[in-house]
């Protein structure tokens, strides 16, 4: 290891100090596998699906990639932050990259970054529905005209495509033909969740890149970086995904809901909680929100009563210890399967103030001796 390496090694914890001023970063527990991975480009697969748990920045990793595999002058083969590449790159308006994903994801990351999901439909007509969470054939169609133009300076194009279950199953089947002949200098970047929810054609056409999750003190330290306290009450609670615990804390969330300790306060006790009112309070929130908080319960109370300590809300430790070790084990299984069924259909229209009850009043049935 020189020692070049060796600092940027140690600097991980401070990747802004390194960092260039005008290219998208690694995240720090990225690094090791960019720098191996872009070491390649000679001999680089046209198309990668970059894939692994939620939450752990798996399309930071492909837009850094994106970035470095634009760059005029990469440095130790990443993006260098100063050419004229990486400036088009920061600008958003690199000619030789594309980006395509929902509508819905396009609108959530600004107007600016809408305009790939513009050129494929006229603002007017996207305007009269919904904005779509699928990627639709006609966005593969449109990259047609685009690998029929030359490169800037005959180097890359990029395509970053996600996420690559928001394909359907048309979109899945068009994008398979281009792969099937793929154009030259074109790098095709899959970002996906799980590889076996898409069409298995599509994945046998790409390499696989599996990212890896972040150790604990690596994703506690970076987490402090973004200001998140507690860090730890975060990373739990989004299951060790420190870009979930990022994205949860920026949502004004606390990292263990105030109603998962006012329902297992009394329930410790051996008495039953107010669930009408708790009802009242979750109607409000989205039901995949409290359902998912509901289902992290359920996680730790099952650990609680196996004998071990929580993985999702640590500060629930004595609550749960109380509640886990005395309910009934086959009732508290039944309530999990049924809440997993719920969570699925969590974003179909309903009355949210029943649903609330019925949820709860089965969990609180569940959690009694
Ligand atoms: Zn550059």
Request: glycine share 6%; hydrophobic share 45%.
């Amino acid at each position: 290891m020189s020692p070049a390496d060796r600092s940027r090694g140690e600097s991980r914890g401070a990747q802004h100090e390194a960092a260039p001023a005008n290219a998208p970063q690694f995240l720090p527990w990225q690094l090791d596998t960019a720098r191996a991975w872009l070491g390649q480009r000679d001999r680089f697969a046209h198309a990668w699906l970059v894939h692994g748990l939620a939450g752990i920045g798996k399309l930071d990793f492909a837009v850094a990639a994106a970035a470095s595999l634009l760059c005029e002058t990469p440095r130790d083969g990443l993006a260098c932050g100063h050419c004229a590449a990486c400036a088009w790159f920061a600008s958003g308006n690199h000619p030789d990259l594309r980006r395509i994903r929902p509508e819905a994801v396009a609108l959530e990351e600004g107007a600016a970054q809408a305009e790939a999901a513009e050129e494929a439909e006229p603002a007017t007509a996207a305007s009269k529905r919904a904005p779509s969470k699928e990627i639709r054939i006609d966005q593969i169609r449109a990259l047609e005209s685009w690998f029929n133009t030359a490169t800037h300076r005959g180097g890359w194009r990029v395509a970053l495509l996600y996420p690559a279950q928001a394909l359907n199953v048309i979109s899945a089947n068009a994008l398979l033909k281009v792969l099937e002949e793929p154009p030259p200098h074109t790098v095709f970047l899959l970002v996906a969740d799980a590889p076996d929810r898409l069409l298995p054609t599509l994945v046998s056409r790409c390499r696989r890149l599996p990212l890896p999750a972040p150790d604990a003190d690596t994703a506690l330290r970076w987490l402090r970086e973004q200001n998140v306290e507690p860090a730890r009450d975060w990373l739990a609670a989004a299951g060790g995904a420190p870009l979930a615990a990022l994205r949860m804390a920026q949502g004004g969330q606390a990292p263990c809901p105030p109603w998962l300790s006012q329902l297992l306060e009394p329930l410790a006790q051996g008495q039953a909680p107010d669930v009408g009112g708790m009802a009242e309070s979750l109607e409000k929130a989205p039901p995949a929100e409290w359902i998912d908080a509901l289902q992290r319960l359920f996680t730790d109370l099952m650990l609680a009563a196996a004998g071990q300590p929580p993985r999702y809300f640590p500060g629930l430790a004595g609550l749960t210890g109380k509640v886990g070790t005395r309910m009934n084990a086959a009732r508290a299984a039944e309530a999990a399967r049924w809440l997993t069924r719920q969570r699925a259909l969590a974003s179909h229209p309903l009355n949210g103030k029943l649903f609330a009850h019925a949820a709860l009043q089965r969990v609180v049935l569940s959690c009694q001796a």
